[in-house]
C-alpha cells in the first residue's frame, strides 16, 4: 500500500486558480491508475480526473476544458491544475492510487471558491 498526501487547497475567488499536489510514499511509476475525486458536503464522493500508468488521463464532464492532471515520476508526485473554478468545485478533493488490486487514499484537502 502507498501512502498519499494532498495539498494546496485553499480559498479561491470564482475564475481563479489552484494546483493540489499529491505526494506519494514511493515510486509511482509503476502505479497503474491514480486520481482525483471530491466530495461535496452532502454529496457522494464523485471522479474528477484519472492518469494511468502511460499517462492517458480521463476527465470528468465537470473538469473537462478546466482542470489538468499531470504526474512527475520522478517527484512521485501527481498534481491537479483547476483554473477557470466555480462555487461548486467547492469539495475536499482526495488522492488516490490503485496498484496490483490495492485501493489507496489520501487524507483530503479542502477546496472553497467563493467570493
Known amino acids: 500500500q502507498v501512502q498519499l498526501v494532498e495539498s494546496g487547497g485553499g480559498l479561491v475567488q470564482p475564475g481563479g486558480s489552484l494546483r493540489l499536489s499529491c505526494a506519494a510514499s514511493?515510486?509511482?511509476?509503476?502505479?497503474?491508475?491514480m486520481g482525483w475525486y471530491r466530495q461535496a458536503p452532502g454529496k457522494q464522493r464523485e471522479l474528477v480526473a484519472t492518469?494511468?500508468?502511460?499517462?492517458?488521463?480521463n476527465y470528468a464532464d465537470s473538469a473537462k476544458g478546466r482542470f489538468t492532471i499531470s504526474k512527475d515520476n520522478a517527484k512521485n508526485t501527481v498534481f491537479l491544475q483547476m483554473n477557470s473554478l466555480k462555487t461548486e468545485d467547492t469539495a475536499v478533493y482526495y488522492c488516490?492510487?490503485?496498484?496490483?488490486?490495492?485501493?489507496?487514499w489520501g487524507q483530503g484537502t479542502q477546496v472553497t471558491v467563493s467570493s
Open positions: 514511493r515510486s509511482i511509476f509503476s502505479i497503474w491508475l
Open positions: 488516490n492510487a490503485l496498484n496490483q488490486g490495492v485501493l489507496s
Open positions: 492518469i494511468t500508468t502511460t499517462g492517458t488521463t
